[in-house]
């Protein structure tokens, strides 16, 4: 019996169960994939600049091997010192983890500067100063970014991100965790 007089063939029903052509449409799938490699790192696109929409990046930049080398007082004034001195993007909400930072940023000149740029800038900064040089190199080279769509996303985000602490078992409630803050007000407008 045909897959077609079953109603089509499942994710659950094996392939030696199917009737594959070389000239299917599951074929010429399976040879596509075969020749896309597969993503080691993410894609960064520049961020989309439409009209007088703002534009908020929710980003996430890691600690290489997961170091819990963070959330200190010295690490945290050191990463805010650094986006102060980086003023091509300004940091809005932000908080630091022990192996991570999440935070929302915003480009700070017009037309925007590239973002992988700014990121090196407050990294290498936050490096230079960084006391115990056995932790270096501290960051992952890659980052996560992602452009926000609307005002609901970034309320949304933050209150991800700000309850990662309690999730993670730092603190019980999100106010006792002292490595986070708003260093700019990034306002959502969309005229």
């Not at 199917?18 to 799938?29: C, M, R």
């Not at 200190?72 to 909400?93: H, S």
């Not at 930072?101 to 960084?130: D, M, S, Y």
């Amino acid at each position: 019996m045909s897959d077609s007089a079953l109603g089509g063939r499942s994710s659950a029903t094996p392939r030696s169960h199917t009737q594959e052509t070389p000239g299917s449409q599951s074929s010429l799938l399976r040879r596509l994939k075969a020749r896309r490699p597969e993503r080691k790192i993410p894609a960064h696109f520049p961020p989309l600049d439409s009209g007088f929409r703002s534009v908020i990046i929710y980003l996430t930049v890691c600690v290489q091997q997961k170091k819990p080398l963070l959330a200190n007082r010295t690490a945290a004034r050191l990463i805010v010192e650094a986006w102060g001195a980086a003023t091509f993007w300004c940091v809005g909400r932000y908080v630091i983890m022990p192996d991570h930072i999440h935070l929302f940023c915003g480009p700070n000149t017009f037309p925007a500067q590239p973002l992988k740029k700014w990121i090196a800038c407050w990294k290498n900064h936050v490096t230079r100063e960084w006391t115990n040089r056995s932790q270096v190199p501290i960051w992952q080279r890659e980052f996560w970014d992602c452009q926000l769509r609307r005002a609901e996303s970034y309320e949304e985000k933050w209150q991800y991100v700000k309850n990662n602490p309690v999730r993670h078992g730092y603190v019980s409630r999100v106010e006792d965790w002292p490595y986070q803050g708003e260093l700019n007000v990034l306002e959502w407008h969309d005229r």
